[in-house]
T-cell receptor, first 112, second 112 residues
Framework: EDQVTQSPEALRLQEGESSSLNCSYT??????LFWYRQDPGKGPEFLFT?????EEKEKERLKATLTKKESFLHITAPKPEDSATYLC?????????????WGLGTSLAVNP | ETGVTQSPTHLIKTRGQQVTLRCSSQ?????VSWYQQALGQGPQFIFQ???????GRGNFPPRFSGLQFPNYSSELNVNALELDDSALYLC???????????FGPGTRLTVL
């Protein structure tokens, strides 16, 4: 069964303290892996798409990487405004189902 | 470029009633997906519309139905509301059925 697991569930960092969030996936053929940021009560905001193992994408303090089994979202020198829930989703190539399979997210709090 | 918009922002209904939620897709996007997100959970896929045709459905009962219009805007209809239908309903549009999805702000539905 296709599945996405994110860890940790929650993470509290001091401003400037770098860390990584993990997204492990089991899918019958990966078409794409997506990272989103979600603020409370709002819709997810698109961050990155990764398609193949070894691929990396960067945006400001965020860098996403992909292997055959997992993806990491590295946060370098975070600021309080980076506090949010970070969601990972995968899309499979198999069958006729194009739906995104989502993890439960990592809730990140960055203290000033 | 106008992003994805949803209406209404908030809605309160009673059990057994019917509700219609609306979504305007981003300019140039022909695919709309609908999700239900309970508190502390990842989005759950309801269904996707591509060029006015339903193009995949998640594990939701038939009382969840939808429509996509020629201008690619969309509606989500839920009949016979149940208490468990209380959630944030998210609409996302994409350039095609495989590309990254861009979300609206969501509609918060409360069923009493």
């Amino acid at each position: 069964e296709d599945q996405v697991t994110q860890s940790p569930e929650a993470l509290r960092l001091q401003e400037g303290e770098s860390s990584s969030l993990n997204c492990s996936y089991t899918v019958s053929g990966l078409r794409g892996l997506f990272w989103y940021r979600q603020d409370p009560g709002k819709g997810p905001e698109f961050l990155f798409t990764l398609y193949s193992a070894g691929e990396e994408k960067e945006k400001e303090r965020l860098k996403a990487t992909l292997t055959k089994k997992e993806s990491f979202l590295h946060i370098t020198a975070p600021k309080p405004e980076d506090s949010a829930t970070y969601l990972c989703a995968v899309q499979a190539t198999a069958g006729n189902n194009r739906k995104l399979i989502w993890g439960l997210g990592t809730s990140l709090a960055v203290n000033p | 470029e106008t992003g994805v918009t949803q209406s209404p922002t908030h809605l309160i209904k009673t059990r057994g009633q019917q509700v219609t939620l609306r979504c305007s897709s981003q300019s140039g996007h022909n695919t709309v997906s609908w999700y239900q997100q309970a508190l502390g959970q990842g989005p759950q896929f309801i269904f996707q519309y591509y060029r006015e045709e339903e193009n995949g459905r998640g594990n939701f009962p038939p009382r969840f139905s939808g429509l996509q219009f020629p201008n690619y805007s969309s509606e989500l209809n839920v009949n016979a509301l149940e208490l468990d239908d209380s959630a944030l309903y998210l609409c996302a549009s994409s350039f095609n059925m495989w590309s990254e999805q861009f979300f609206g702000p969501g509609t918060r539905l409360t069923v009493l």
